[in-house]
């Protein structure tokens, strides 16, 4: 499975669907006909398409046959159920009819294997509720000294009914151990529970057949690449709307993945961004209002349910817990506030500062250009207006200040730079080198098109770093790796993501000619007169070298201490992932900026550093000691043991807080200086001691 869904808590699985099992296996018990979802025509219509739509315009060619029949049903049963909890032994052995059958139905439209193995999960799904209600019954002993193993992705489906009951005893356990460690009494602890597995029961006897197509459509489509995806007309609507809710709050995008609200994205100039406390992929599990709100348990809600919550007045407080992406699958419980606001426009623009750096008696003045994201007024640049917002345009005024200010070298920040406009981002380069590529482009028909520097004046030609670290992606890889690329200046911090992919949105009415029409009474609500949408690949990104940057991202040149792998976080992380490859190189020519034997004494003086500083020392030793919990998947189900946990992950957190104020302390010259560096992240920190040693070589 992807990353994300390995640090699913392995408690609760598929919000989004819901179906009854039909009479295929031997201990089946018949639901309720109101419950029952099959197949409708509408459907199956759209089934015969979406493959027509991929093999038409995807990037990949992927011939539809029993090899990707296989594929599919492993994403779909894994989908259904990551942590094997649902399932029995004897589900899958019997699933195991349709392994080749996949292809065939796809094509035709045919969703029957589908919907029967979906019915199953139904099935399995309501047989754990009843058991959920006499696990939840009698107080549980926390003195007894056991573990739940919390990753299950690798583990054997359980072969009989008793094996799962004591996986969910566990879970269930583990559950109202948390609730326990809140200082909440049993009944307060029973009642939580109850409400919650109430509201994931009810929540699921609402879905209907569009959603069990959407989640079977997108076991199909992530075959080609995790980036392409299918949205039902309603998922689509209710989308816009979510994402629009939630800047209004927290300037965050979410997302429903399994039962649990998802940080989709976190918006450049919201709240969530500028506090630096919540990331891709933190899972949100109970909202509070204000500084003393009761915090009340969102897993099992409705994402819109959820968004209520966390919307609000500007200026008002909301409480998150959250579990992140960063702690695995132990994640413990982490609770942050903040203050609700409008995305603002002006924060997400680039910014400066100058920081004096004094070493060996010598000032330097080191200027920091801290960039968000790529972004530029289409609109307003459309309507001729010359004064519209761009980054480029930006970083040439904040260049021009900086050097008005004595600036002797650069640093350009792109940690947690996204990316955004290409436009933009080769733009950018071009402010820095005299002219020629700085990013190849491959379609689908083997085409390749280079975006070249649209400017031969160069803007700063002074001693340059770029920051960049594992939430830096794609057009920041583009920027980053053109300047390596060209050495035209030095890159610190961590590999980037790696997405080097384009994807757009289509809307299936257009393939088919439909215009609003031709398909009605659609089974899940919704207009009626739509079909779907896909986001597909269309496209790679290329480097002026002719390397990809997919999968492997931007290396830099002095790698500083990371909490990340990119076998856990990133593009490699996602199995069916588009390869890394290379094409011809473009015509370009170095500036020579940096050389090898400039770039061997940087990195000789910074492991000398890692050797010796306190600081670094420090600070790597805390990464390594993250790591070695991240990689504990057992979760301790005694009340002491888990008190001692949570202790030991605070200290943890505790240390690393303090260290990034301490770490790389230098000799400033002047208050302003020193509050200044207070400011700064450990990368910048960093990269301002290596770009003083570049000034002076």
Aim: aromatic share 8%; proline share 3%.
């Amino acid at each position: 499975m992807l990353y994300m869904k390995k640090l699913f808590l392995f408690l609760f699985l598929v919000a989004n669907l819901s179906i009854q099992c039909q009479a295929r296996h031997s201990d089946y018990t018949p639901l309720a006909d109101t419950t029952y979802l099959k197949p409708t025509p509408e459907l199956e219509k759209e089934a015969r398409l979406i493959p027509q739509a991929l093999n038409r315009i995807h990037y990949r060619k992927v011939a539809i046959n029993d090899s990707l029949s296989e594929v599919v049903l492993k994403s779909y049963l894994q989908a259904l159920d990551p942590y094997k909890v649902y399932f029995l032994q004897k589900d899958v052995d019997a699933f195991q009819q349709y392994r080749h059958r996949f292809d065939n139905e796809l094509e035709a439209g045919k969703l029957d294997a589908a919907f029967d193995i979906y019915n199953t999960f139904r099935q399995r799904f309501d047989e754990r509720m009843a058991v959920i209600d006499s696990l939840n019954k009698v107080e549980f002993d926390f003195t007894v000294d056991e573990y739940y193993e919390a990753d299950r992705e690798n583990a054997p489906w359980a072969s009989n009914k008793g094996e799962l009951n004591e996986i969910w005893r566990q879970i269930i356990k583990s559950q109202a151990l948390s609730y326990k460690i809140a200082n909440k009494e049993w009944p307060d602890i029973h009642t939580s529970l109850s409400k919650r597995y109430a509201q994931m029961k009810k929540n699921i006897h609402q879905q209907k057949s569009v959603d069990v197509f959407q989640v079977y459509m997108n076991a199909f489509t992530e075959s080609y690449d995790p980036h392409t995806s299918y949205f039902s007309p309603v998922t689509s609507e209710n989308f816009k709307i979510s994402m629009s809710q939630s800047l209004e709050g927290i300037g965050a995008s979410l997302t429903t993945d399994g039962d649990y609200t998802k940080v989709a994205e976190v918006i450049a100039g919201g709240p969530a961004f500028k506090s630096k406390l919540i990331q891709k992929d933190d899972r949100i599990v109970g909202v509070a209002q204000g500084e003393k709100g009761e915090m009340v348990d969102v897993i099992g809600w409705r994402l819109d349910e959820v968004v209520q919550l966390i919307r609000g007045s500007k200026g008002s407080k909301v409480r998150l817990s959250l579990l992140r992406a960063a702690d695995g699958v132990n994640a413990l419980p982490v609770e942050i506030t903040l203050v609700r606001d409008m995305v603002k426009l002006e924060e997400q623009v680039a910014k400066s500062k100058l920081v004096p750096y004094t070493k060996d008696g010598k000032t330097y003045k080191v200027g920091v250009i801290t960039i968000p994201t790529f972004y530029m007024d289409f609109e307003q640049a459309q309507r001729g207006n010359p004064n519209y917002n761009s980054t480029t345009r930006d970083v040439r005024r904040l260049i021009k200040e900086l050097e008005a200010q004595g600036m002797q070298g650069l640093v350009i920040d792109l940690t947690f730079n996204g990316g955004g406009s290409l436009t933009e981002a080769i733009e950018l380069t071009g402010l820095f080198i005299p002219s020629g590529p700085v990013v190849q482009v491959r379609n689908a028909d083997g085409s390749i098109n280079t975006g070249d520097d649209p400017d031969p004046a160069t803007v700063y030609g002074g001693p340059l770093a770029v920051v960049i670290n594992r939430f830096s992606a794609s057009a920041s890889e583009i920027f980053a790796g053109a300047i390596q690329d060209y050495r035209r200046g030095v890159i610190i911090g961590e590999q980037t993501f790696g997405k080097g992919t384009v994807q757009n949105l289509i809307d299936l009415d257009r393939l088919v000619g439909n215009s609003g029409a031709g398909i009605a009474g659609r089974n899940g609500g919704g207009s009626s007169s739509k079909l779907g949408q896909l986001k597909i690949t269309l496209a790679k990104f290329y480097r002026v070298t002719g390397s990809s940057t997919q999968h492997k991202g931007v290396t830099p040149d002095i790698e500083l201490p990371s909490e990340f792998s990119a076998a856990d976080f990133g593009e490699s992380a996602y199995p069916a992932a588009l390869p890394w490859d290379q094409i011809k190189s473009s015509k370009y020519k170095e500036t020579k900026t940096v050389n090898d034997r400039l770039l061997a004494q940087l990195r000789s003086n910074y492991q000398k550093r890692l050797a010796t500083d306190a600081d670094l020392i420090a600070l790597r030793e805390n990464i390594d000691a993250s790591k070695a919990a991240r990689a504990e998947t057992r979760i301790s189900l005694n009340l002491e043991k888990r008190k001692e946990e949570i202790e030991l992950r605070k200290k943890r957190s505790g240390n690393k807080d303090t260290l990034e104020q301490q770490i790389n302390s230098l000799e400033l010259e002047d208050a302003e200086a020193q509050e200044a560096m207070k400011q700064a992240d450990p990368y910048v920190k960093e990269s301002i001691r290596i770009l003083a040693e570049l000034i002076a070589a």
